[in-house]
Structure formats: structure tokens, C-alpha cells
């Protein structure tokens, strides 16, 4: 049904960069037999699910949507993806994204816009647009998505699904391709809270592949999908309602809170500091650390490289600069910048100092609410073409989610609501480190 779903709306949509039509089938008639002979079962046995073009799969083209790993079909598979694989997941095949996962918009891609089911001429979010559209579209029942400063949460708003970044370490990065390797996560995009929490429960393991993997012993999120927040605490910081936040974003989010209210939570405003200095502190350490992690993107190992060229260095930088799109370019440039000597403690470090004061800052925050309430961006989904021109107002509207990865916290965007044009608006629940239930449960309540 979804492949059949996906002919009608591929050509509008682009959902994917690649759609593994036969593979599906294949899989979906091995697992049926599974099913069937009793060796397989569980909430996930059989659903297709779609994959965030960054994730390894093996023998399946991983390209991160850029020209530069055009044609990389990686021999191994992702631990996030092996293990919904063993739950019994379908994998339909690879979703669009912004290149290497840096954009708010999926415009970036070398493969071509991906479209929001809601409105084809509005970009569906980014980095994980490809993802959030296709779920939307019905082009699949859930997907995966990346999250290093909001790509998972801010398509999921855009597009009207919910969608769950988990506490930093939860969910294995091993096959991951690295953007921030300190801030990214993999997290599921999907049609409601229940299927959220189903799909973080097969996801999140301890992995000895990934050294910054956490041992948990209380991933059984379902056991959140509680229709009570009698006595949660909510805070609201006064900070995400100011300036540049769009009136109707602001009131359908406030609104939410309100609902939160009645069924008995407690809700109040606090004062959360430093989120003036989220994007300045996000944009020099992902760039620090997007400029390494890319520099193994040569030309020599796997991928693009350039056709004519003389000598090793030549060959290099002509497969890098025909390789890699505008906007890699201009984090490799600002990123190696940072971590210059002579520019390292000006800029790199002293992102890092800040980057441990807003943690602090949410502790403090976190030891008087259980949950922080919020929107997920200032707007609803601009118009194709749009953000581009200007790098510096798409960083910006990164302000309500970049904070959290850069605290390691877990974040869920559920929709709360739609503007006068119709788009889907998106609020925001922060929790504090491993507390993931705690979003469930509100979650689920509020939907
Ligand atoms: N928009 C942010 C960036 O471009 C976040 C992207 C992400 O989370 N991968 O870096």
C-alpha cells in the first residue's frame, strides 16, 4: 500500500532519494513467512519504514544527500537500523535530506527539493524534511531522522507529525554518518505518540561500537503512554515567547499549554538565560566538529572524484569543491576557522565554556519542572526558495531547538495546531537527561 502510495506522490512530494522498491517486497515476503512460522513478532513486525539518507545500510545507496557520495553503498548497516531490522522492519529506502544534514529546509540536497504534503510550495523542515514529508505524505508508517540542532523536531513541526530527539547517547550513532558527533542523535518522525514511543524502545540499545552509547535500564517507553500529568510540573521560559516569534505559532502554542493546564498539570513562566547566545555557541562547535568529521571526504576512500586533475592535491581539492555543496563549503571554511591556533580559544573554546552554562542553566531549570514547554521554531514552514539567500535568518530559526542537543537533552515536537494558511504548528517539550518519559506522558496526554 505505502509503495503503491508512494508512485501517486513521489513526483510531487520527493520524499526519497531512493526507494527500494523490490528490496521491500523481498523483505516484507521473508518476514511475513517469519510471522507466520512464529519465530517473529512484536509491534514493528512488518511496517515499512523509511531511513534518513545519513544512516548506512548495507548494500542500499547512502548518500547523505550530497554529490559526493553519489554513489556509496556502504557494507555494513547502521545499529539504529539493525535494530529495528530485528524488531522486523520493512526498510523502503532512503529519504532526502539537507546536505550532511546541515540546513533547516532540505533545500540543500544535490538530489532536488523535497515538497510539504501540506503545501507543495513550503519546504517540509529540515535536515530530516525527506523523513517528516514522508511520513505526512503516507509514504511510510514511521521513519528515522538525525537531530544535531533540531532536524528531527523542526520538520516534524513543519509537516504536522511528531517527532523525538532522545537524550544524547541513547540511540547508537555507529553508522551514523558524523555531522556534530557531540550533538547528533538518531530519533523516530511519526503519525502519533504511541508509534513514537514503539519505535524508541526498539531503537535505543547500548552499543560498544559507539563510545559515547549510554547503558540504560529504562527504555520501556510505552510504559509512559499514561493519560495523566495531574501535579507535572511545566515551566515556560518567558525567553521562547519574545521577539521573532510569529504570533500565531506563539498563541497555538501557549494554547497547548493551556489544555496541559486543565488536565492538571502546573504550569508556570521562568526566566531560561543564555538562549541569546544558543546560536553563536551551536554554530561554532557544529562547525568545528563538521569540519573534521568531512575531512575524510578526499576523493580516495569512497565517492566523488574529480575526472581531470594533477597531482594528490590537485585531485583533493577539485573532488572537494565540485564534491560538496555551498553550504558544506561555508562550514568547513568557518569550522576550520575556529579550531584555527590563534582563533581556538577566542571562538572554539569559549563555545564550549558557553556550551556548559546552558547546560547549567537547565539544570537549574530541571530541578524545579519536569517538563519545559515551548515552540519548536519562530514560523511555520516558509516558501521553496526562501531561506536560502540568507544563510544567517535560517540559522536563526534554530533558537528553540539547537540549545537542547547542545545540552544533550531530549526534546518531542507534537503538533499543536495550524496557521491562516493552513500549515501545521508544532510545540515543543523538553525534558532533562533520560527523561524521556516524561514528554511521553505529556505527550500522550495532550494529543
Ligand atoms: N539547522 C541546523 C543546522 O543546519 C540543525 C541541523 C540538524 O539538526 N542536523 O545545523
Given at each position: ?13 520527493h ?24 519465530t ?12 534518513k539518507?545519513n ?10 544527500s550530497?554529490?559526493i ?20 522492519a ?31 510550495e ?6 530530516s ?8 505524505a503516507?509514504?511510510?508508517?514511521y ?7 533540531g ?66 535500564l ?12 495531574k ?21 497555538a ?14 504550569v508556570e513562566?521562568?526566566d ?19 569540519s ?63 556550551k ?29 526558495g ?6 544567517i ?55
Amino acid at each position: 500500500a505505502v509503495l503503491d502510495n508512494m508512485e501517486k506522490k513521489e513526483d510531487t512530494y520527493h520524499c526519497y532519494v531512493t526507494v527500494d522498491r523490490e528490496g521491500a517486497l523481498k523483505q516484507a515476503e521473508e518476514i511475513q513467512k517469519k510471522i507466520d512460522d512464529g519465530t517473529l513478532s512484536g509491534p514493528l513486525a512488518g511496517v515499512p519504514v523509511a531511513i534518513k539518507d545519513n544512516m548506512c545500510t548495507e548494500g542500499l545507496l547512502t548518500t547523505c544527500s550530497s554529490k559526493i557520495l553519489y554513489n556509496f553503498v556502504p557494507t555494513f548497516t547502521s545499529e539504529a537500523v539493525l535494530n529495528l531490522q530485528k524488531a522486523g522492519a520493512v526498510i523502503l529506502g532512503k529519504t532526502n535530506m539537507d546536505e550532511f544534514a546541515m540546513g533547516s529546509t532540505t533545500e540543500t540536497s544535490a538530489y532536488g527539493v523535497t515538497r510539504n504534503p501540506w503545501n507543495p510550495e513550503h519546504v517540509p523542515g529540515g535536515s530530516s524534511g525527506g523523513s517528516a514529508a514522508a511520513v505526512a505524505a503516507e509514504e511510510c508508517f514511521y521513519a528515522l531522522g538525525s537531530d544535531t540542532g533540531g532536524s528531527i523536531r523542526q520538520p516534524a513541526s513543519f509537516c504536522g507529525v511528531v517527532g523525538l530527539k532522545p537524550t544524547y547517547g541513547t540511540v547508537s550513532r555507529y553508522g551514523l554518518i558524523a555531522y556534530g558527533s557531540s550533538l547528533d542523535q538518531i530519533g523516530p518522525l511519526c503519525k502519533d505518540v504511541t508509534d513514537c514511543a514503539t519505535i524508541l524502545e526498539v531503537i535505543a540499545s547500548h552499543d560498544s561500537k559507539d563510545s559515547t552509547s549510554v547503558e540504560r535500564l529504562d527504555t520501556d517507553f510505552t510504559s509512559a503512554l499514561v493519560e495523566d500529568v495531574k501535579g507535572m510540573k511545566i515551566g515556560i521560559p518567558r525567553d521562547y515567547f519574545g521577539e521573532g516569534l510569529n504570533p500565531e505559532v506563539k498563541e497555538a502554542v501557549l494554547r497547548a499549554a493551556e489544555v496541559l493546564k486543565e488536565k492538571g498539570a502546573i504550569v508556570e513562566e521562568f526566566d531560561l538565560s543564555l538562549v541569546e547566545y544558543a546560536i553563536p555557541t551551536y554554530y561554532t562547535i557544529a562547525a568545528a566538529e563538521a569540519s573534521s568529521n568531512l575531512e575524510r571526504f578526499d576523493g580516495i576512500k569512497y565517492g566523488y572524484r574529480t575526472e581531470e586533475y594533477q597531482g594528490l592535491h590537485n585531485m583533493y581539492k577539485k573532488s572537494r569543491s565540485e564534491g560538496f555543496g555551498a553550504e558544506v563549503k561555508r562550514r568547513i571554511m568557518l569550522g576550520s576557522f575556529v579550531l584555527s591556533s590563534g582563533y581556538y580559544d577566542a571562538y572554539y573554546l569559549k563555545a564550549l565554556r558557553v556550551k556548559a552554562l546552558i547546560k547549567k542553566a537547565f539544570d537549574e531549570a530541571f530541578a524545579k519542572y519536569d517538563v519545559i514547554l515551548g515552540p519548536v521554531a519562530p514560523t511555520t514552514a516558509p516558501k521553496i526558495g526562501e531561506s536560502l539567500s540568507d544563510p544567517i535568518q535560517m540559522y536563526l530559526g534554530d533558537i528553540y531547538t539547537i540549545s537542547i542537543n547542545l545540552a544533550g537533552l531530549p526534546g518531542l515536537s507534537i503538533p499543536c495546531g495550524r496557521d491562516s494558511k493552513g500549515l501545521p504548528i508544532g510545540m515543543q517539550l523538553i525534558g532533562d537527561c533520560f527523561k524521556e518519559k516524561n514528554l511521553i506522558r505529556a505527550a500522550y496526554t495532550y494529543e
